[in-house]
């Protein structure tokens, strides 16, 4: 089955209806205390509630969680201004992105009933490596 240039499938959702996206920002710099780390990744959290879970280290950090947009670019151009948006407010420490990962739900799912990618976010909240 074929459809025109922007044309749809039946039962397709408009474009601009927002979608799930799962994302997985990546950071990483300079040693800092792993509480200093904590805290911030805490407030972060307590910030936005959106974030699913956190995973730290005292030079890395992992945050993972489900941003509704409209499409890909608009999901990673919000994961790519979370942590320099926030690392004042938050007192987060001063690494920058080096990894970003955004798939789509059914992506996602698929992955987890294949056996990898990540698994499910468990215990959500913020912890040690």
Do not use: C, K
């Not at 950090?61 to 990673?76: F, K, P, Q, V």
């Not at 080096?98 to 799912?109: A, C, N, P, Q």
Request: hydrophobic residues 40%.
């Amino acid at each position: 089955m074929s459809v025109a240039a922007g044309g749809r499938f039946r039962g397709e959702e408009p474009e601009d209806t927002p979608r799930l996206w799962h994302v997985t920002l990546s950071v990483s710099g300079r040693q800092a205390p792993l509480a200093e780390v904590r805290r911030a990744l805490e407030q972060l959290a307590h910030d936005h509630p959106f974030l699913l879970t956190s995973r730290y280290a005292n030079d890395h950090a992992e945050i993972r969680y489900w941003e509704e947009a409209r499409d890909l670019h608009d999901a990673a151009a919000v994961a790519l201004r979370l942590w320099g948006e926030h690392r004042q407010t938050a007192g987060l420490p001063p690494w920058e992105i080096v990894g970003l990962e955004v798939i789509d739900r059914v992506t996602y799912h698929q992955r987890i009933a294949e056996g990898y990618g990540p698994p499910p976010a468990t215990p959500v909240g913020v912890h040690p490596y």
